[in-house]
């Protein structure tokens, strides 16, 4: 099956939803995803150099400094076919434009939740680091608590989900994120969904990204 090009982001504060949000993309069109938290999460786990150096900004709510970030998912982008969904990434206008020098973006999707769910969700998050697999009590519950349900591994709280850094984080969000939104408005790609649930929100997702590629066109 011929495969197409097809590069996109999604944006959105932290915990709105861009994981649950993903995976359901990725597992309908199978595209590739590509999570900069959680690959900055897999170094660390693995004290890698460059885990050993994100760690220090993640635990405070702080961002991973620009050059280091575009370096590191340029490399990602480049070990994946060119059929990829970028997630909290780009996260500041100059990556934004880093990214937009190199790569004709198709769409970049935003996902409008109000802070104040989000920082009820964050309370209950669980996650698998292995796989970034992610869950929440109530919403989508391991069905052995504490476990992954594909492995049976151990499932973690991540270290800056301590209310104190979430709300570091929003404020980081705030300040150096949001503008990216505007990049994207003004080059005429992005697709804005709101919504207090990711039941709610992924139904205009599918829709939308279903006008752009038809479901499974792209083959492994
Ligand atoms: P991350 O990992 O990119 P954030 O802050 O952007 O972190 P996060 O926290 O991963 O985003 P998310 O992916 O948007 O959130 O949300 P999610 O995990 O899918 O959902 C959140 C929780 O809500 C989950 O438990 C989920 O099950 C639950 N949930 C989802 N939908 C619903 C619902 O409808 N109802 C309910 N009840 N629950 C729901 O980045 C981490 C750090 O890495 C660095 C930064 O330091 C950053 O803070 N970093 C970068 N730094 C610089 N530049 C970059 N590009 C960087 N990328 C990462
Ligand atoms: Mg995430």
């Keep these: 099956m011929a495969t197409k090009l097809f590069k996109s982001v999604i944006l959105g504060a932290p915990a709105s939803g861009k994981g649950t949000i993903s995976s359901r993309i990725v597992k309908t069109f199978n595209l590739e995803h590509i999570s900069s938290g959680d690959k900055l999460r897999q170094h660390i786990q693995n004290n890698t150099p460059i885990g050993i150096k994100a760690q220090e900004y993640i635990k405070q709510g702080q961002l991973v400094p620009d050059n280091v970030m575009i370096q590191f998912i340029t490399e990602e982008i480049n070990k994946v ?27 970049a999707l935003n996902l409008v939740v109000p802070f104040p769910v989000i920082i009820e969700r964050v309370k209950g998050r669980w996650v698998h680091l292995p796989s970034g697999r992610v869950y929440n009590e109530g919403f989508n519950s391991p069905k052995i608590p504490g476990k992954d349900d594909v492995t049976g591994e151990p499932l973690i709280q991540r270290e800056d989900d301590k209310p104190e850094v979430v709300q570091k984080r929003l404020e980081q969000y705030e300040k150096l994120t949001r503008p990216v939104i505007e990049f994207y408005r003004e080059k005429g790609i992005l697709k804005e969904f709101a919504g207090n649930t990711s039941d ?17 066109i792209t083959s492994k």
Excluded at 85 to 90: A, E, S, T, V
Aim: net charge negative; with cysteine.
């Design 81 to 107: 076919r060119p059929v990829w969904l970028l997630d909290g990434f780009p996260r500041t206008v100059a990556q934004a434009k880093a990214l937009w020098d190199v790569h004709n973006l198709d769409v």
């Design 200 to 216: 709610e929100i992924w139904p205009k997702v599918l829709d939308c990204l279903a006008t752009y590629i038809p479901l499974h």
